[in-house]
């Protein structure tokens, strides 16, 4: 038997059958319609996140942390590749050690991380924020991502960069509107003349700690795009940031942070983290041997990538996982569909074979039909898992977009995913149609044939 | 006939047993024919006598459980499932009392299906299965389906069907059976003609003895499979 008339005789028992083969087809299109919108959505995801870290530009820099005898295990995130130091224990990661790394050769910049907590007044809201020194090299970078007026120029220059996500909770809608007007930082400071005038015994007397909060009104001279990701890859955990020149002049408590608090009491002075900038991604195994050298630990985003995409290979398995099931039951309707119509055609097997099909010949025609199921399903499958992502994609950033997240494709559509789609619903056809060809083409024909 | 002459068709101690159940079933047990070629003979006998499972061994669509068969100087007794199809595909013809064509295809394409099987071009299937329909009486009703046909039409495309691959050898299986008497004269004339014309052998079960008697060169009478009177045959 020729292959093509195997082909035209499985085609037409297909069509012989419409509702069958259709309400069959369906079967797969819908399981193959769900694994191609799951792994487009996990590639989507992971697609976005990958190019978004890469835009942050966060890849080229490294964060450096004392190398003490704790170390940094006090950062409650334990999942981060924290590399240890390999130098002298006790070195304090003060303005010197600061200047010895930014004179790194592929060091950009080195700067300390500062932030610190403040009452912030905008367009008559107040919030408590934690407000972070920047300095203007890394906020005219293109980390910064600044999408409404313009960073500060220099170090000295005075006023703050503010995030999208930051006016909206001021109550800003229009973020361009919000260039050029004024933010307002209170910081809190003990008054030490006061304290002192007072003693103890004002204390006690019930008036409480004798503060004064100070006021400092910085002009809003641009304004960064929220990330889409809920604040996610954005080098700056605060929203409010400054120059380091207006930050020294803020009077505040001299604290930064808890480890600032936790190491002073050792009497050690020094930074809790300093943030490196290197001129490219390749430069970041030297300079981070060099500083673990000089006594300090590195922790690096790059490095903790390759775990990130670990991730992503996790979560599209479970994806793809989701989508098998559909498949399962897709596959079990076909072998359904062909055991159906073997019973169904017994008679017509025996004629064949009763003027001369050998086994493989039937075996041939019943294969051909469960993959042309396949095929068909798997051809609607891609269609229909295309538009579904098309339209949930449409529905998501338009409910998104009232919340001001800018439009993105959580659907990613490589031709592999299609060529995929379709040549494993054939294969899972196939599959499905072994045990029917089988059992066809072992059809007796003297029990087919026997007079009825 | 000379006695030189090997027969077409031979059969030695052919047996088949079934096994149903708890209980054997003998329903052919040690069948010595010998058919000549260009011989036209009938096999009767009552109900369940082996008529059908003798055919059904001659026609290569059952396996003998003892014996040999032995069609064309080819040990069709000893073949393999393939080697049987290639048999049933070119070396036999077969028609039975219910026709058994395709009922969603056409005459012209139940003519043709055998030489699907035999892997013809297309255009030489259509070429051929016409010519046959022809030779039937039926090219006129070439592209009716079955259930359009009367019922010796049906007979009809089913002898074309059968000789479709050439064989030497037609089986038929009470193919009057399903036909009133005019019609069955009509196909059993149509088989005699064949005989007599091509030269094809035919080995033919019927209960019809005025038909056997009048077209058949021989016959062969089965009782409980085994052969009890065989004259003509040879």
Redesign the interface.
């Known amino acids: 038997m020729r292959f093509a008339d195997a082909v035209g005789f499985a085609m037409v028992s297909l069509r012989k059958r419409r509702l069958r083969t259709f309400l069959t087809a369906a079967g797969v299109t819908i399981g193959i319609g769900a694994l191609v919108s799951m792994i487009s959505f996990g590639k989507g995801i992971q697609k976005n996140v990958s190019e978004s870290f890469r835009a942050s530009d966060l890849f080229n820099s490294l964060m450096v942390m004392p190398g003490g005898p704790e170390g940094p295990s006090g950062d409650p995130d334990e999942g981060r590749p924290v590399k240890a130091t390999v130098g002298p224990k006790d070195a304090v990661l003060d303005d010197a050690a600061v200047a010895a790394i930014s004179r790194l050769p592929g060091v950009r910049a080195a700067y300390p991380d500062i932030s610190f907590p403040a009452m912030v007044r905008y367009d008559g809201e107040e919030e408590f924020r934690l407000i972070q020194v920047v300095p203007a090299a890394v906020a005219s970078s293109k980390a910064m991502a600044i999408k409404w007026g313009r960073p500060y120029s220099s170090d000295e220059e005075t006023g703050v960069i503010v995030s999208r996500s930051f006016l909206r909770r001021m109550g800003t809608r229009d973020p361009a509107a919000a260039v050029g007007k004024t933010l307002t930082v209170m910081s809190v400071t003990l008054d030490l003349g006061q304290l002192l005038s007072s003693g103890l015994g004002g204390l006690l007397s019930g008036k409480g700690l004798p503060v004064a909060t100070e006021s400092y009104d910085f002009p809003v001279l641009g304004v960064t795009e929220m990330s889409p990701f809920g604040g996610g890859p954005n080098p700056m955990q605060s929203d409010v940031l400054i120059a380091p020149g207006p930050a020294g002049r803020i009077k505040r408590l001299p604290i930064s942070s808890v480890w600032d608090l936790f190491r002073m009491q050792k009497g050690r002075l020094g930074y809790s983290a300093v943030t490196v900038k290197l001129g490219s991604i390749g430069d970041l195994e030297t300079v981070g041997t060099r500083v673990r050298e000089m006594g300090f630990a590195t922790f690096a985003l790059a490095d903790q990538f390759a775990e990130i995409t670990r991730g992503f290979y996790f979560m599209n398995m479970v994806l793809a996982a989701v989508g098998m099931i559909a498949i399962v039951v897709a596959a079990l309707g076909i072998v359904n569909t062909m055991v159906m119509s073997i019973l169904e055609r017994y008679r017509e097997i025996g004629v064949m074979k009763a003027v001369g099909a050998s086994d493989g010949d039937i075996r041939r025609i019943f294969f051909f039909e469960s993959g042309a199921i396949g095929l068909a399903g798997g051809t609607a499958g891609c269609l229909l898992g295309w538009a579904t992502s098309l339209l949930i994609n449409k529905v998501v950033n338009l409910y998104l977009a009232g919340q001001g997240v800018p439009h993105i494709s959580y659907f990613a559509f490589p031709a592999w995913i299609f060529l995929g789609a379709v040549g494993f619903s054939l294969l899972v056809s196939l599959v499905s149609g072994i045990y029917p060809a089988r059992r066809a083409a072992r059809v007796d024909p003297v029990v087919a044939l026997r007079h009825d | 006939m000379s006695t030189t002459v090997p027969p077409l068709v031979e059969t030695r101690s052919l047996s088949r047993t079934y096994v149903v159940g708890d209980v054997r079933v003998e329903a052919l047990a040690g069948v010595d024919l010998a058919v000549a070629a260009g011989r036209f003979i009938a096999v009767t006998g009552a109900s369940g006598s082996g008529k059908s499972t003798l055919l ?1 061994l001659l ?1 290569g ?2 396996t003998p459980s003892a014996g040999t068969i032995t069609v064309g100087g080819e040990l069709v007794s000893s073949m393999s ?2 080697e049987l ?2 048999y ?3 070396g036999v013809g ?1 028609i ?3 026709f ?3 009922p ?1 295809r056409t005459a012209l394409e139940n003519v043709e ?2 030489l ?4 013809l ?2 255009a030489e299937r259509r070429r051929r299965a016409s010519e046959l329909l022809t030779e039937v009486g039926l090219a006129h009703r070439a592209n009716h389906r079955p259930p359009e046909l009367s019922g010796g039409e049906q007979q009809r495309v089913a002898v074309a ?2 000789l ?2 050439g064989p030497r050898l037609l089986l038929a299986d009470e193919p009057t059976g399903n036909l009133d008497s005019r019609t069955s004269r009509e196909i059993v004339g149509l088989l005699a003609a064949l005989n007599r014309e091509a030269g094809l052998t035919i080995i033919m079960v019927s209960h019809e003895e005025a038909l056997v008697s009048e077209f058949a060169h021989g016959m062969v009478r089965l009782m409980d499979g085994r052969v009890v009177e065989s004259g003509g045959a040879a």
């Open positions: 059904n026609g669509l059952d499932r393939d199809a290639r049933r595909r070119s077969v039975f009392q219910s058994n064509l395709i969603a299906l055998p699907v099987f035999a892997g071009e297309r069907r059968a479709a691959n």
